[in-house]
């Protein structure tokens, strides 16, 4: 099993990027927020899990061997496949996800594209006993419960900033704005990039 890969990015696509290890261009199939990080011509360490079926062999990258866990738990639920738990650790990060599995959220759960609110509840049913072993002392709520999070994290990595940059950015912004929630896009985006300067 190919358990991981630091190599150099020769392209990013809208699902997937190719790294550089030795000469041997790898594709690999990765979230949001690993091809938001993810620059051409700069060296990437990406955990990675291989899936094997009748017709292909699929590799999938992560930020850390825990979403690679995760990745691979989710896919032990009926109904759920590679697609659907790689949309899952796009929108949340391994924290946000097994707290919202272990608190039985299952509405933060219907966020995630191809879920479903049957499939959330699959998820919490199967799972809230086994995430016990993923909970660390880091666990917090999804930020994606959050709906203007997600907006302006889209906004700043068009812009060109990296997923981390752009959480960090809108963390500063929870904190300076007065309920962001209620704030239009346009003025949290001005804030981010001011915070930015202050950074």
């Known amino acids: 099993m190919i358990a991981s890969l630091t190599g150099t990015v020769q392209s990013i696509g809208t699902s997937s990027l190719v790294i550089d290890v030795g000469g041997v261009g790898y594709l690999v199939f990765a979230n949001t927020r690993v091809l938001a990080g993810a620059q051409i011509g700069a060296t990437i360490t990406v955990a990675t899990t291989l899936v094997v079926r009748e017709d292909a062999m699929t590799l999938y990258g992560f930020e850390s061997m825990q979403s690679r866990e995760i990745f ?55 799972l809230k006993d086994k995430v016990a072993g993923f909970a660390s002392t880091s666990v917090k709520a999804p930020r994606s419960a959050q709906p203007w999070r997600d907006q302006l994290l889209l906004a700043l990595v068009g812009l060109g900033f990296t997923a981390r940059d752009a959480n960090a950015r809108i963390d500063l912004v929870a904190s300076d704005v007065t309920e962001p929630a209620n704030a239009p896009l346009p003025d949290l985006l001005r804030a981010a990039l001011a915070s930015s300067a202050h950074s």
């Open 72 to 126: 691979e738990l989710l896919q032990s639920v009926s109904g759920i496949g590679p697609k659907v738990a790689q949309s899952a650790l796009g929108v949340y990060d391994p924290a946000e996800l097994t707290h919202a599995i272990a608190n039985e959220d299952a509405a933060a759960l219907e966020r995630i594209p191809g879920l479903g609110k049957k499939g959330a509840q699959r998820v919490v049913l199967e």
